[in-house]
Structures are given as C-alpha cells and as structure tokens.
C-alpha cells in the first residue's frame, strides 16, 4: 500500500510540473503584451520597456520558466496586471466562495445520485417521475439549469435570489455556512443556504446523473452475489444487507467517478459563477480575461488543473484502501 501511495504521488507531482510547462507556453504565445497590459495602454515605450524588465519577459524562455517554476513552488504566481496585487493574494479572496459551492454542490449531488441509484435498483414505486426529472435537467447545460432556476424560482415563484451570496463575506474563513454556524447565526445560515440553492442545483445535476448510473449498475449486479444470498439466508435485516455487503462493494467504480465529477465541478464552476455573480475564482476568471491578465489566468488554471490531479490522485488511493487488489 505504502508503495502504491508513493508512486501515485509521484505521478500526480509529474502532472503537475506537466501541466506548468503547458500554462506557461501557452502565456508565452497567447496575443496581446503583458507589460503593456500591466502599464496601460497610453503608456511610453520607456514605461514598457521598463515593464518588460520588471516582469522578467526579456529574459530567455527556458530560464523564465525556471524562475515561474520556482516561485510556483513558493506561492508566487506573479502579481495580477488588472489589481496590481499578487495573484496568491486574489486567489486567496475568491477560493473560499468557489470552495463553498463546489463543496456543497458535491454533496447535493452525491445524494441525488444515491437516491437515484437506490430508487432505480430497489424498484422503488413512485420514483420513476424524480429520475425522469433528473435525467431530463440532466441534458440542459450548467448555465441553461441555472437560467432556468432564476426565472422559475426568483422571477416567477420568488421563492430564491437570483445571484451573489447574500450577506458579508469578511469572516475570518469566508464559508458563509461555516461562520455562520460557529457564531449561532441561524438567519446568516438560512440566507446563505438559500443563496447556495440554485447555483449548487445547476452545478450538481450532471455529476449526479454520473454518479447515480454507476453506482446503481454496481449495485445490481452486486444484488446477485453469493455473499449478498447468504447474508439473506442468515437472516440478516435487509437494510444491514444493503449497507454492509452491497453499498460498500458497489463502490469501487463509483469513487472514481464520483473523483472526476468533482474535478469537472471546479471545471463547470467558472460558468455557474458567472450567471449568478458568484464571487469565487471562476468570477474573477472572467474579469481577468477581457484584460489580458495573464498572471490572473495562469494562476486560475493552475489551481483548477492541480485540484483536479489531487483529487483524482487521492480518489485512486481511496479505491486501493477500499480494494487492496488494486495495489498488487
């Protein structure tokens, strides 16, 4: 096992000097002038020389990626052209929203996909209408989901708001639902959940749908098993059955698409952000894109793509404990 876990690191740690290599060309040859962006346009071409110094962009490329690589690995991913503060420091600002609704967004829809496995596998009547349901939303886009929640819940019923978080963010951890919880606010809670409802709806549809089809798969064939017969003949409750010998051995498959839905969710968020002017990275994505921002972008990309080979790296070490064969 320890092996296993090394290696899988090693391999994540390799993924992740990769995709540096390929943010970094790819900053290298997008169109448009950094230092022009980072003096403005009206500036001298002393003040853009000067910039391109001060940036470190007239150096050779090898050893402008060394010194990227560098100060990546020390935090420092540059200093934002469009706020003019370091991009460590705005990531920091914007991450817990995302974090926030990424989270509650896995969850949603790791329990829409249980029920739909369970409803599907168990036969359970009356259930037939919520997977039509699911699997219909399932079609549209994030953004469509979460367009079509803002005129049906907010313009027509007004049962929920339409965009941002709802209250202040300047907390100490900036998780509305944490901080509200560890102060007593239950109004804060109440604002902020019902603030998360619909872009949370719109981001874990999909996933769920994912989830849902593998695991109910896993359950009915593991529904056929010996061991799952003779836990029966024993008497076992059905329930025990369910939970002790079924769920857990329907698992191994659907961990691993329960890792990469969750990688696709902090993919997916960048759109969800923007229809609801959620304040999260995907938001100030979008604003540092028309500005040609390109420390803001780089640092962005860095951090979805390096959430995403964690994630699937620690998915992979999960269905090892889960399934020791997978080591051997």
Same mark, same amino acid.
């Given at each position: 096992?320890?092996?296993?876990?090394?290696?899988?690191?090693?391999?994540?740690?390799?993924?992740?000097?990769?995709?540096?290599? @390929?943010?970094?060309?790819?900053? $290298?040859?997008?169109?448009?002038?950094?230092?022009?962006?980072?003096?403005?346009?009206?500036?001298?071409? *002393?003040? #853009?020389?000067?910039?391109?110094?001060?940036?470190?962009?007239?150096?050779?490329?090898?050893?402008?990626?060394?010194?990227?690589?560098? !100060?990546?690995?020390?935090?420092?991913?540059?200093?934002?052209?469009?706020? !003019?503060?370091?991009?460590?420091?705005?990531?920091? $600002?914007?991450?817990?929203?995302?974090?926030?609704?990424?989270?509650?967004?896995?969850?949603?829809?790791?329990?829409?996909? @249980?029920?739909?496995?369970?409803?599907?596998?168990?036969?359970?009547?009356?259930?037939?209408?919520?997977?039509?349901?699911?699997?219909?939303?399932?079609?549209?886009? *994030?953004?469509?989901? +979460?367009?079509?929640?803002?005129?049906? =819940? %907010?313009?027509?019923?007004?049962?929920?708001?339409? *965009?941002?978080?709802?209250?202040?963010?300047?907390?100490?951890?900036? =998780?509305?639902?944490?901080?509200?919880?560890? !102060?007593?606010?239950?109004?804060?809670?109440?604002?902020?959940?019902?603030?998360?409802?619909?872009? +949370?709806?719109?981001?874990?549809?999909?996933?769920?749908?994912?989830?849902?089809?593998?695991?109910?798969?896993? @359950?009915?064939?593991?529904?056929?098993?010996?061991? &799952?017969?003779?836990?029966?003949?024993?008497?076992?409750?059905?329930? $025990?059955?369910?939970?002790? !010998? &079924? #769920?857990?051995?329907?698992?191994?498959?659907?961990?691993?698409?329960?890792?990469?839905?969750?990688?696709?969710? =902090?993919?997916?968020?960048?759109?969800?952000?923007?229809?609801?002017?959620?304040?999260?990275?995907?938001? %100030?994505?979008? $604003?540092s894109i028309p500005q040609s921002d390109f420390p803001a972008i780089a640092g962005v990309t860095l951090l979805l793509g390096g959430v995403y080979i964690v994630v699937n790296a620690v998915v992979d070490v999960l269905q090892a404990v889960a399934d020791p064969r997978l080591t051997v």
């Open positions: 096992m320890i092996r296993f876990v090394l290696w899988r690191t090693g391999a994540a740690a390799v993924l992740l000097v990769v995709l540096s290599a @390929l943010v970094f060309v790819l900053q $290298q040859i997008s169109p448009g002038d950094p230092a022009r962006a980072y003096v403005g346009g009206n500036a001298s071409p *002393a003040a #853009v020389a000067a910039a391109h110094h001060r940036l470190g962009l007239d150096r050779p490329w090898p050893q402008r990626y060394v010194r990227y690589l560098w !100060h990546a690995l020390h935090g420092d991913l540059g200093i934002s052209l469009r706020t !003019h503060r370091p991009v460590t420091t705005d990531l920091g $600002q914007f991450l817990p929203a995302t974090a926030e609704l990424v989270l509650f967004s896995f969850v949603l829809a790791l329990l829409l996909a @249980l029920l739909f496995a369970l409803s599907g596998a168990l036969r359970w009547p009356g259930t037939g209408l919520y997977r039509g349901v699911l699997l219909l939303a399932g079609t549209a886009p *994030a953004f469509l989901l +979460g367009l079509g929640g803002i005129v049906l =819940f %907010y313009g027509h019923l007004h049962w929920l708001p339409e *965009a941002g978080r709802g209250v202040d963010t300047s907390s100490p951890t900036g =998780f509305v639902l944490l901080d509200s919880l560890l !102060h007593g606010d239950t109004g804060a809670f109440t604002d902020g959940l019902r603030h998360l409802l619909l872009p +949370g709806l719109a981001l874990a549809v999909a996933p769920a749908i994912s989830i849902g089809r593998i695991l109910r798969a896993g @359950l009915e064939r593991t529904f056929g098993a010996d061991y &799952v017969r003779t836990a029966r003949s024993k008497g076992i409750r059905e329930v $025990q059955v369910l939970w002790r !010998h &079924v #769920v857990r051995n329907s698992l191994d498959a659907t961990l691993s698409m329960a890792g990469l839905q969750l990688g696709f969710m =902090f993919a997916g968020v960048v759109i969800v952000e923007n229809v609801f002017t959620w304040p999260g990275i995907g938001y %100030y994505l979008a $604003q």
